[in-house]
């Protein structure tokens, strides 16, 4: 990504009227203004949502996404692509839906090669993908054959998410914002279409079956990664509190018309991660056999089972040598803990 920062701080600097200055960072004079238009975007897309429509990527907000969001997306969508268990094609012919400024198109190409269409509504928008490298844009539905297709932070600004999901084509790959009330819908989205036969689960799944985090109102499924972001970036964090500095979550779902294999015994993904317990590490882990905790006690550590310190929401692991107890798995001294 760091190679894309110059031309992106440059974007933003003309859509947010800023004087200019490093390729990696915003001088004194423009980080205030920055961080205002910064806090605006978040308030409308994470607090109330009243941005969250076709309409607000045009202008100062459009370029606060470019600064803000843009970066973030990248790394979502490159890290949901890597998160499926059917491998994607090298060089597949990529549609980003809802695409704004192309984010999740440039991370797709870099991740894979292929070529890349961004259709969105909002032509400032695409031009803006067209600045950062992507070739073809489109303000309606291209009739082509495609792939791959991404849908980053789109089902919520869409009238109807399941009959939008089912049009598109090829492997489809969706990122939504880690809110609860975005990754319940999304989960419910994927238990609608996967009962309708046409569809099927590459990740974070490992099940076909309808999804366990459903059964409670309190849970839901995110992943998580960690990130070394563009200089300007940590400014940005520090000088409106947002933190997305260290650490980006976000809620993914990949579709296929494909049944991938049976999962392999033993391998789980790691789908939530509590506070730190006096004596004791808590994960949640899922399945086929469910969404269940999985506990080891401080005393238990070992080496065998050392991976177990670094596992964080969305990772795969393989848990071998638990013993099943009334609170879940426990993970003991002779436990083994593969990461990936």
Known sequence: MQRHIPKLLERARALLRLPGGPADELTKAELRPAARAVEKLHQGLVGDRALAKPQTYR???????????WPQTYMKVQAALRMAVLPIARAPR?????SGPGPAAIAAVDLLGGEATCFDLSEDALAEARALGVPETAREMPAKEFDLTLAANVLSEVPDAIDFV???PGIIVIVEPALKETSRALLRLRDQILAEGTHHALAPCLTQKPCPALASAKDWCTAALRWTPPRYFRQLAD???LKADEMISFSPLILSR???AAPEKDLWRVVGVPPPEKGKKRLWVCSDEGRVPAVRLDKHASPENAAFDELDRGDLVRLEGLERRGDGLRVGKQSHVDRG
């Open 59 to 69: 202008g100062e907000l459009l370029g606060a996404y470019l600064l803000w969001w």
């Open 94 to 98: 990529i549609l980003d839906v809802g």
């Open 166 to 168: 089912r049009k598109l």
């Open 239 to 241: 000088a409106t509190g």
């Open 258 to 260: 494909e049944m991938p």
